[in-house]
């Protein structure tokens, strides 16, 4: 079975400090990666996909994520950090045999410091 | 384009009850998937329609279902309500046939108190 694994519930960076966010999937086939940004009280928004295009993956708002299959990986990180990235985000992986289904990790909670 | 839609957004219900929540998808859109989220479980797939057919189910009792109408609009219900079911209930809904391939794009979710 398809699962994620988020490596750290809560990370703190200060404002304009580089922002990374671990992402750790198992799969035995190629797997399609997603990032989302959840906001209090909101729904959860799209940051970036990967679907085996590029390893390098460029989101909104300055996210990128780099694949790496050696390392069963899918990082997500950003140069600087902003006091509006504050959120929680969230890896997820779609299962190929299950459709319509995303198994989502447990989430990082980001907090960003003045 | 609007976005998903989800109504409504705040419900507050006793055990024993059941509540019927409803989702609009992208407008073309014609897969619409449900996830419930809770603190302690996080994301859970509940199930997943297309073309009015439920095609995938996740792992929770049949006190949860749903249907799917010919405008892609969706419904799901949760019947005899227990405090466990207090969650935020999150809409998606894809382009595609919900393949692993698509994108989905998520509603602002109904929060639900069960008191």
């Known amino acids: 079975a398809q699962s994620v694994t988020q490596l750290g519930s809560h990370v703190s960076v200060s404002e304009g400090a580089l922002v990374l966010l671990r992402c750790n999937y198992s799969?035995?086939?190629?797997?399609?990666l997603f990032w989302y940004v959840q906001y209090p009280n909101q729904g959860l928004q799209l940051l970036l996909k990967?679907?085996?295009?590029?390893?390098l993956v460029k989101g909104i708002n300055g996210f990128e994520a780099e694949f790496k299959k050696s390392e069963t990986s899918f990082h997500l990180t950003k140069p600087s950090a902003h006091m509006s990235d504050a959120a929680e985000y969230f890896c997820?992986?779609?299962?190929?045999?299950?459709?319509?289904?995303?198994?989502f990790g447990k989430g990082t909670k980001l907090s960003v410091k003045p | 384009k609007a976005g998903v839609t989800q109504t409504p957004r705040y419900l507050i219900k006793t055990r024993g009850q059941q509540v019927t929540l409803s989702c609009s998808p992208i407008?073309?859109?014609?897969?619409v998937s449900w996830y419930q989220q809770t603190p302690g479980q996080g994301l859970q797939f509940l199930f997943e329609?297309?073309?009015?057919?439920?095609?995938n189910k996740g792992n929770f009792p049949g006190r949860f279902s749903g249907r799917q109408f010919s405008n892609s609009r969706s419904e799901m219900n949760v019947s005899t309500l227990e405090l466990g079911d207090s969650a935020l209930y999150l809409c998606?809904?894809?382009?595609?046939?919900?393949?692993?391939?698509?994108?989905?794009?998520f509603g602002p979710g109904t929060r639900l108190t069960v008191l």
């Open positions: 407008s073309g859109h014609r897969s």
């Open positions: 997820a992986v779609s299962d190929p045999g299950s459709q319509g289904n995303l198994i």
């Open positions: 998606a809904s894809s382009t595609l046939a919900g393949g692993s391939t698509d994108t989905q794009y």
């Open positions: 329609y297309f073309s009015e057919t439920q095609r």
């Open positions: 799969s035995s086939v190629p797997p399609y």
């Open positions: 990967y679907t085996s295009a590029a390893t």
